[in-house]
């Protein structure tokens, strides 16, 4: 529930502080819904937000990009990562509409690609331009984005093996191709175990074998 939820968001910020940048996921189908969880979240100490395209109502561009907006403009201060990933909410949010949201919604900073087109970060970056932050949502495609643009990863797997991550993209950005190469071939298997069903079914199955409690 967002009750559980927000007391997630403010237990964590309690026990990590500014150790750690938290970003509360606050999307919604509702535009009214999505704006009341990202206030809630700035007013939480959250450090962004994570705002998904409205699942299951599949809007139009136009309504996609009211939707942003208004949810932008609930918490001008808080930056805002968007995220498009049309194999769960039947849309998908096109960057041609994200360039046309930056001008109008500073906080908007960060786009969390999952459409499995690896073509989406060029098409971001033509749009929006090289200094638009564009992070993988797939662990499997984070260094085949990361040769075209992206600069980052929003990782399922990073639960499990989260400083291997952290060394690929290293290694990446290091110059060091062929080490990034080792480790991306070296985490496949993992990477495609934990989408053998549903996310985050076998996360938290991976987790409770590692011994933590979800």
């Known amino acids: 529930s967002w009750t559980e939820q927000y007391q997630l968001l403010e237990t964590v910020k309690n026990v990590v502080g500014s150790k750690v940048k938290?970003?509360?996921?606050?999307?919604?189908?509702?535009?009214?819904?999505?704006?009341?969880?990202?206030?809630?979240?700035?007013?939480?100490?959250?450090?962004g937000a994570l705002v998904v395209v409205p699942y299951y109502n599949k809007p139009p561009q136009e309504g996609l990009f009211a939707h942003f907006q208004a949810v932008a403009n609930s918490a001008p201060e808080l930056p805002l990562m968007l995220y498009n990933i049309p194999g769960r909410t039947g849309c998908s949010l096109h960057p041609s509409t994200v360039?046309?949201?930056?001008?109008?919604?500073?906080?908007?900073?960060?786009?969390?690609?999952?459409?499995?087109?690896?073509?989406?970060?060029?098409?971001l970056r033509m749009e929006c331009g090289?200094?638009?932050?564009?992070?993988?949502?797939?662990?499997?495609?984070?260094?085949?984005?990361?040769?075209?643009?992206?600069?980052?990863?929003?990782?399922?797997?990073?639960?499990?093996v989260g400083r291997r991550i952290k060394k690929m993209i290293d290694a990446?950005?290091?110059?060091?191709?062929?080490?990034?190469?080792?480790?991306?071939?070296?985490?496949?298997?993992?990477?495609?175990?934990?989408?053998?069903?549903?996310?985050?079914?076998?996360?938290?199955?991976?987790?409770?074998?590692?011994?933590?409690?979800?």
């Open 22 to 47: 938290v970003l509360a996921g606050t999307g919604s189908n509702s535009t009214a819904e999505a704006e009341e969880a990202t206030v809630k979240a700035a007013e939480t100490g959250a450090d």
């Open 99 to 123: 360039s046309k949201l930056l001008p109008k919604c500073r906080n908007i900073v960060s786009f969390k690609a999952a459409s499995g087109n690896i073509s989406e970060v060029t098409d």
């Open 130 to 160: 090289s200094n638009f932050a564009v992070y993988s949502g797939d662990d499997g495609l984070l260094l085949p984005m990361l040769s075209v643009g992206a600069v980052g990863v929003v990782s399922v797997a990073s639960h499990v």
């Open 172 to 214: 990446y950005f290091d110059g060091q191709i062929a080490q990034a190469l080792f480790y991306h071939e070296q985490l496949q298997p993992l990477f495609k175990a934990l989408f053998a069903t549903t996310n985050p079914i076998p996360v938290k199955a991976a987790l409770q074998i590692l011994g933590w409690e979800v």
